[in-house]
Antibody, heavy 121, light 107 residues
Framework: QVQLQESGPGLVKPSDTLSLSCAVS?????????WGWIRQPPGKRLEWIGY???????YYNPSFQSRVTMSVDTSKNQFSLKMTSVTAVDTAVYFC??????????????WGQGTLVTVSS | EIVLTQSPDFQSVTPKETVTITCRAS??????LHWYQQKPYQSPKLLIK???QSFSGVPSRFSGSGSGTDFTLTINSLEPEDAATYYC?????????FGQGTKLEIK
């Protein structure tokens, strides 16, 4: 059973860096899928942040391009998100998810439970 | 960026009814349209992939259709547990985008 679990600080100060990890269990992150981050601000629609492949290849949403870095640690079977210079508008529930196949256009079939990150001083 | 617009934003229905939710894309996306169900405080769950293919384990009362710019999600014989917000999602081009959601209330 594939399981994803986000972890990281629930409170980040404005202008600081948001750092989250997604631990994958029941499945190897080195298998042929893309691993993604999606966020959901309170009461708003889902927003795609980007994908990473186990090889390190990435696609980022241009809205976040200059502030986001994704990385993968195959030894720990996890992947991570860093977002710099956060402001209050970055307050959201952050989800990690897996694409159904190696095709970058495939849907997300497994999701983490989500973690709320609040940006506030 | 492809904008996905869902209608309606909210619908209140009774059990056993049939409901249709539509998703319109701002440009053609072929069949690269997927539907998710999200209940409060939960992560989205994949229901329909590539416009009309049912995802494993999803009840047969959920079905999808459409191509190009116009897509529909149909839920037949609604059950009380279908109360949720439904989102469409396109994977045709970058950046990936989602619809604004349709909240379904079961009376």
């Amino acid at each position: 059973q594939v399981q994803l679990q986000e972890s990281g600080p629930g409170l980040v100060k404005p202008s600081d860096t948001l750092s989250l990890s997604c631990a994958v269990s029941g499945y190897s992150i080195s298998s042929h899928h893309w691993w993604g981050w999606i966020r959901q601000p309170p009461g708003k629609r889902l927003e795609w942040i980007g994908y990473i492949y186990y090889s390190g290849s990435t696609y980022y949403n241009p809205s976040f391009q200059s502030r986001v870095t994704m990385s993968v640690d195959t030894s720990k079977n996890q992947f991570s998100l860093k977002m710099t210079s956060v402001t209050a508008v970055d307050t959201a529930v952050y989800f990690c998810a897996r694409t159904e196949s190696a095709a970058v256009g495939s849907p997300f079939d497994y999701w983490g439970q989500g973690t709320l990150v609040t940006v506030s001083s | 960026e492809i904008v996905l617009t869902q209608s309606p934003d909210f619908q209140s229905v009774t059990p056993k009814e049939t409901v249709t939710i539509t998703c319109r894309a701002s440009q053609s996306i072929g069949f690269s349209l997927h539907w998710y169900q999200q209940k409060p405080y939960q992560s989205p769950k994949l229901l329909i992939k590539y416009a009309s293919q049912s995802f494993s384990g999803v009840p047969s009362r959920f079905s999808g259709s459409g191509s190009g710019t116009d897509f529909t999600l149909t839920i037949n014989s609604l059950e009380p547990e279908d109360a949720a917000t439904y989102y469409c999602h396109q994977s045709s081009s970058l950046p990936r985008t989602f619809g604004q959601g349709t909240k379904l209330e079961i009376k």
